[in-house]
T-cell receptor, first 115, second 113 residues
Framework: KNQVEQSPQSLIILEGKNCTLQ??????????LRWYKQDTGRGPVSLTI?????NTKSNGRYTATLDADTKQSSLHITASQLSDSASYIC??????????????FGKGTKLSVKP | DAGVTQSPTHLIKTRGQQVTLRCSPKSGHDTVSWYQQALGQGPQFIFQ???????QRGNFPDRFSGHQFPNYSSELNVNALLLGDSALYLCASNMGSLNYGYTFGSGTRLTVV
């Protein structure tokens, strides 16, 4: 069964600190992996997207890594800000007919940044 | 360049009623996917429309149906609403032939009472 598991479920850090969120997946066939930031009650906003041939991708203070062999990904946030408080969702796309198909979502890690 | 727009933003319906949610994809996108996100959970795939046809479907009952129009916009219809249908309904669009570029709308918050 295609699954995406994220850890930790929730995380509280102090402003200015770094943190790393984890994602393990069992999606096959694999197309790509994305990290999204979702504020409460809002739609997800894309942070990074990686195909199997990419092992790192940065977007400002966000750096995602991908190990396609072990089917693991991480999202590292540096110098956290209060506005980083949100749910971070790992999403893996199935390959479908040569393009991307269904998205398999993790349940997300709820990050709270405290002053 | 408009992103994905969904309407309405909030909706309250009574159990047993029917509801229609609407989605306009991002300019240049031809594929629309619908997701249901219960409170505190990750989004669950409902179905995907491409070239006005349902291309893939998740594990949702036939009460959930959809449509895609020639201009690529889409509707999600839910019949015989249940209390458990209360959720945030997200629409995402992308270019079906490309391996990237999902863009999500802000969602429609449906409450069934």
């Amino acid at each position: 069964k295609n699954q995406v598991e994220q850890s930790p479920q929730s995380l509280i850090i102090l402003e200015g600190k770094n943190c790393t969120l984890q994602c393990n997946y069992t999606v096959s066939p694999f197309s790509n992996l994305r990290w999204y930031k979702q504020d409460t009650g809002r739609g997800p906003v894309s942070l990074t997207i990686m195909t199997f041939s990419e092992n790192t991708k940065s977007n400002g203070r966000y750096t995602a890594t991908l190990d396609a062999d072990t089917k693991q990904s991480s999202l590292h946030i540096t110098a956290s800000q209060l506005s980083d408080s949100a749910s971070y969702i790992c999403v893996v796309s199935e390959a479908y007919g040569g393009s991307q198909g269904n998205l398999i979502f993790g349940k997300g890690t709820k990050l709270s940044v405290k002053p | 360049d408009a992103g994905v727009t969904q309407s309405p933003t909030h909706l309250i319906k009574t159990r047993g009623q029917q509801v229609t949610l609407r989605c306009s994809p991002k300019s240049g996108h031809d594929t629309v996917s619908w997701y249901q996100q219960a409170l505190g959970q990750g989004p669950q795939f409902i179905f995907q429309y491409y070239e006005e046809e349902e291309r893939q479907r998740g594990n949702f009952p036939d009460r959930f149906s959809g449509h895609q129009f020639p201009n690529y916009s889409s509707e999600l219809n839910v019949n015989a609403l249940l209390l458990g249908d209360s959720a945030l309904y997200l629409c995402a669009s992308n270019m079906g032939s490309l391996n990237y570029g999902y863009t999500f709308g802000s969602g429609t918050r449906l409450t069934v009472v």
